[in-house]
Every structure is written in C-alpha cells, then in structure tokens.
C-alpha cells in the first residue's frame, strides 16, 4: 500500500535501537541504560501524582520542571527547552537551527540518530572522521557549515573532550549554532552550560534517561540563549503542546531534587567503569578512555561479532556496530557490580 505514502517516506532510514528484549534473565548491557533504580523520591513522586488529576492536560510549558532545571545549572527558566526525551528535543533542535543552505558537521563516528534526522528534514550533512586515536580535533569544524552538533562525550566512543576546546571552538566558529549533546556528561565530564551566557550561539541537551535512571519515562532538555529556544518552541507548538506528561514532569522536578542519590549513583557506575577497566585490560582488551557509562573495547586477538554471539549465548547482551571504522569494538555498558562480574567470567571462558 505503500503508493499512500508521501513521497518522502520511501527515502526514510530510521533509528534502530538497541534491542529490549522481555526476557528478564538478560543481563542487558545494550543501551546504556542505568543499572540502578531511579531515587525511591522520584517513585513516591509519580505515586502521588498518580491520581484524578490524570484526567487534566498537563501544562503545556512544563514550568515546574523547567523551573528545576534552571535552579540546578544557575540559569533563567527562558534558557529551558524541554521535551519527551532528548531525541525529541534533538528533532526539534534538527528542525528548528539545521536548516540552512551550508551543510551541518559531525563526527563520522557518532550518535547514529544525527544523519536519521537529517533524512527527515532534508538537511545536507558531512561527517568529519575523527582522528586516529578516535577523538573530535576542533580544528576539522572550522569551515562554513549550517551548524555543527556531537556527543560529549561522544558516543559510541566515550571519549571526552575537555570543556576549553569546545570554548575554542565558540570563539572561532560563530556563524552556526553549536550543539553539545551531553547526554552522558554526568560520568565524569563538566558540562558546557557553564558557557551558555557567555556564547548565544551554544545550545546544549542532556537527558534523565542515562545519568537519572529514567529512560522509560522519557525526559530531556536543552540549555542556551532564550532565541534559541524560542526557536525550539514556536517547532513543538507547532508539532505537539503537550510533550511532556504530568508524571514525567513531577519525577523529572524530585529526580533534580535527590542530589545525594543521584551523586551516589553516578560515582557507583564511574568506580566500577574503573574496574572493568582494569580487568578487560588484563583479558588483552584495549579500551578507550571512556567518561561515560559504558566502554568501548576491542580485543587484537578476537573478531568483534563473534564475541558478541558468544556473550548472547550466555545471556549477555552488549551492543556491536557494523561500521567500518569501529566493527572490531564492542560496545559494553557499565552494570552493577554482580553484572560486570558475570561479564567478565563469560569473556573469560570465550578468551
Ligand atoms: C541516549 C542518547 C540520547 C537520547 O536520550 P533520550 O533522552 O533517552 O532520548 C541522545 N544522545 C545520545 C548521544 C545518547 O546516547
């Protein structure tokens, strides 16, 4: 049936995510999820707005969480874009700033989502490699483009790009809007917010999903100048004024509240990220230096997808990519500590 299709629609190539299987026996280590619970506050918090009030339309600009937000970073509440997972935000952001004659700049190596949006909004991009080492050199950025945009840490990668480089970037580049993706920056990064009154050509996103263990309920935003997310506004009113549902809301405002939880859970994941470091290292894996919460490993000896099928036969899941570049690596996401454990023993017999 596919004649009713827009044209467009036959020249879509969407996202595939990492799989989610039912199977609870798993040890899922596919989608960089966290391997802890969200904070017993956030859950009390849905539990109580889980009432009457459901059959109210939530408000439409999200204040309270905005509010939270802005309160957390030190900024204005006219700084704050929020949406129904930072991949909507990204959306929005692709719609709303990327569209322009020049073409947009990323990493060939990089969130694979950048160029699906790019498919969508019919936006020319060009992918930059990055070097040999695997990191983004900002110097390849410095060329007309319509805008540039890449994880930090970047993904699938992990590798982190200190925060005066990406100012370097800032000053020499001032065209095009500039977009950290940070949806990993609370494992060890600094996060650029700290230049958003400084540069109004800097939007940054971040998300609730990794670092707040909240994926499922699907919460991110974007930090920059209020014209910026003017922009942003004008596209999700344009698109749907409701993105954000009540409950999302609520847990979103308590998630930014339980500090110590939150602190207590990322320092859990970074000290065992140290220590499957440590003992991939020992099993002859070489990995790169990763301020996220996963790693990206290789092993000189074995092929990639062969250590992947053979961890999946022992009910391991961890994410391969089949690009180039990268199709020695595996993609292994930081568990608990019970889970890394397991890992290990499972590569240990396969090694
Ligand atoms: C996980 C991820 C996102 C999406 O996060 P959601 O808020 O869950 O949509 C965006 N960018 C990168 C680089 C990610 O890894």
């Known amino acids: 049936m596919s004649q009713f299709w827009s044209p467009i629609v036959h020249e879509l190539k969407p996202y595939v995510p990492g799989e989610q299987p039912k199977s609870k026996d798993l040890i899922k280590l596919n989608t960089n999820e966290n391997p802890y619970g969200p904070s ?81 909004y019919q936006i020319d991009y060009q992918q930059l490699p990055l070097n040999s080492a695997f990191e983004i050199d900002v110097n390849d950025y410095l060329q007309k483009n319509g805008g540039i945009i890449f994880p930090n840490p970047n993904a699938p990668t992990g590798c982190l790009l200190a925060l005066d480089k990406i100012e370097q ?7 095009s809007v500039v977009v950290i993706d940070e949806a990993y920056i609370d494992f060890g990064g600094e996060t650029a917010i700290s230049l958003v009154n400084k540069y109004p050509h800097l939007l940054v996103t971040q998300t609730l999903s990794k670092s707040r263990s909240l994926a499922s309920l699907r919460i991110g935003f974007a930090v920059g100048h209020p014209d910026l997310i003017d922009a942003l506004i004008r596209v999700k009113d344009s698109f749907n004024s409701y993105p954000m549902d009540s409950l999302a809301i609520k847990a979103g ?46 092993h000189p000896d074995y092929n990639a997808s062969e250590l992947a099928a053979g961890l999946r036969e022992k009910n391991v899941i961890v994410r391969h990519f089949k690009h180039d570049r990268i199709d020695q690596f595996l993609r292994i996401t930081i568990g608990t500590q019970e889970e890394n454990q397991q890992l290990l023993a499972i590569l240990d017999t396969l090694i």
């Open 40 to 120: 017993p506050k956030v859950l009390e918090a849905i539990r109580l707005a889980s009432s009457d009030q459901l059959r109210l339309y939530p408000d439409p600009d999200a204040r309270e969480l905005k509010q939270a937000i802005a309160d957390y970073y030190d900024v204005e509440r006219n700084q704050i874009f929020v949406g129904n997972g930072s991949d909507e935000v990204l959306a929005h952001i692709f719609h709303a700033l990327f569209q322009h004659e020049d073409p947009i700049l990323f990493p060939d190596i990089s969130y694979s989502f950048y160029p699906v949006y790019c498919g969508l």
């Open 169 to 175: 970037l800032l000053q020499e580049n001032t065209e």
């Open 253 to 298: 405002v308590e998630a930014f509240a339980d500090q110590d939880y939150f602190k207590r859970s990322c320092k859990k994941i970074m000290d065992s990220r140290v220590w499957l470091v440590e003992e991939l290292s020992e099993l002859g894996f070489e990995i790169l230096p990763s301020a996220a919460n996963f790693i990206f490993a290789r």
